[in-house]
């Protein structure tokens, strides 16, 4: 029930794009994603549930593609304070949340 | 408004002895889900505490067991430790039942067993 997250780790150069994916074999509720940076609690980046709705959050957006199962976490221009690592999760049925392995994103100048 | 709060922050127990860890949820919150996170694993569903009651539970052995108080503070204990349970064990507290609306975070307990 675990969504499978790619790539486990990337390094970008600030000012670079990233995508990060999470997958489900299973039909999504709603996905939810999360960011945490070092030493720290993870820290609630946004809800996207089922239409295939995309949010944003300051130059962090994210998409999330029923038919597949798979939502994609799309971070612009990126600075150094989005360094952390990032997780998503996906509700299968109502109130249960389950957590991916995590995306570890460093930013370097 | 004062976060999520855990405490200890951080202890190291030997196989065989038991642990208790507390959560403090933000004020007017009734939902507490608590997560194992491991290097490998990431976060780990244990369970989620709700009005007292245990909502949800996640696929872990009986030797993890909580419980909630009138006031919203939840205890996770673990008994009989093993090596494997060594982890940071992250609380979240939720204004709705269910752990599935925004999450608030602690910065967690990190449990070392040796």
């Known amino acids: 029930q675990q969504p499978v997250q790619s790539p486990q780790a990337v390094i970008l150069r600030e000012g670079e794009d990233a995508v990060i994916n999470c997958s489900s074999s299973k039909a999504l509720y709603s996905v939810h994603w999360y960011r945490q940076k070092h030493g720290e609690a993870p820290v609630f980046l946004m809800i996207?549930?089922?239409?295939?709705e995309q949010k944003g959050h300051e130059k962090i957006s994210a998409s999330f593609n029923e038919k597949k199962q798979q939502s994609s976490l799309y971070l612009t221009a990126s600075q150094l304070s989005y360094s952390g690592t990032y997780f998503c999760?996906?509700?299968?049925?109502?109130?249960?949340?389950?957590f991916g392995t995590g995306t570890r994103l460093t930013v370097i100048p | 408004k004062a976060g999520v709060t855990q405490t200890p922050r951080y202890l190291i127990k030997t196989r065989g002895q038991q642990v208790t860890l507390s959560c403090s949820p933000i004020?007017?919150?009734?939902?507490v889900s608590w997560y194992q996170q491991t290097p490998g694993q990431g976060l780990q569903f244990l369970f989620e505490y709700f009005s007292e009651t245990q909502r949800n539970k996640g696929n872990f052995p009986g030797r993890f067991s909580g419980r909630q108080f009138s006031n919203s503070r939840s205890e996770m204990n673990v008994s009989t430790l093993e090596l494997g349970d060594s982890a940071l064990y992250l609380c979240?507290?939720?204004?709705?039942?269910?752990?599935?609306?925004?999450?608030?975070f602690g910065e967690g307990s990190r449990l070392t067993v040796l």
């Open positions: 999760g996906t509700e299968y049925q109502a109130n249960n949340l389950f």
């Open positions: 996207l549930l089922k239409g295939g």
């Open positions: 979240a507290s939720s204004l709705f039942r269910g752990n599935t609306g925004e999450l608030f």
């Open positions: 004020s007017g919150h009734r939902s």
